[in-house]
């Protein structure tokens, strides 16, 4: 029998639908499995197991599952022999320190003797040591945010991502402990068949990656000033020009990553360029 890769994904919450949808993106298609513990895909050899997203690192370990979708902060609060394969550019957060508004923070020492409220204590623990900062742990399950509030704590350590859930309980940042990446994990010890399907699954993830952070750019220039507005367009080789009915014009076709997106098109405008057109890119193989 063909082997299967075993992917674990957060059952409901955060990561759920970033998961399916990256699969999706991949070309592997899950059944609705909202329900399910295991659902079976479609066109790959691969099954989905739905799990609380603090079990897959056990799980990942342990080989229930080959691999799985979790956020760092979950990877390295749970200290299990996994392995971080790829960060997949979805969920990010970063784990915080946070005080009460009113509050005056002079960096870490401002901590010591203070009660912390926490989900991640493995992780607060090692900030705290790193900082030889004396403080108590208090470690709570959910709603971290509101133990200030209720006199529970006097600071918490919490995942954040926009900071209005901070803001809304009262509360600012006062460190970042970890920057945390939404990542795909293995289990160390995957057979070559596996190891192949992962290979191959991550040459996909890959191409959705690259194609998510580049655009397909159109242009029309002067042949005159061709020059100039290749120079701004590094393209996969170099751009493609092709001539327009027009004499004189010709057509520029190129990739631009999405960060040096705006400045290069006022650059373009500024040479000549007219009738500009960005499309998104669905997938991206270098
Ligand atoms: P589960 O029932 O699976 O245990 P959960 O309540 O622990 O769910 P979620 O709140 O869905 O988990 O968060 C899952 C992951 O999403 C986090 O571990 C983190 O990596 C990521 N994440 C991204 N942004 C945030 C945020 N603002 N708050 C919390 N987690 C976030
Ligand atoms: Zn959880």
Redesign the pocket.
Known sequence: MMEKLKIAI???????EGSVNLLKECGIGLANGMNKLRTEAGNFPLEAYF?????IPQYVEDAVADIGI?????VYESNKQITVVEALGF???RLCVAVKKGEEYKGPASLNGRKIAT?YPVLLKKFLDDNKIKAEIHEIS?SVEIAPGIGLADAIC?????GS?LFMNGLKEAETILQ?R?VLVKNNKLSKEKEALLAKLLFRIQAVKKAKNNKYILLNAPNEKLDDIIKLLPGMKSPTVLPLAQAGWSSVHSVLNENDFWEIIEKLKANGAQGILVVPIEKMII
Do not use: M, P
């Not at 799990?51 to 079990?55: I, P, S």
């Not at 919490?158 to 926009?162: E, H, I, M």
């Open positions: 957060q059952k409901s919450g955060r990561l759920h799990f609380r997203d603090d079990d979790i956020g760092e902060n979950v969920a990010n957060c989900s959910g919490d995942l954040v991502s926009s859930t945390s939404t």
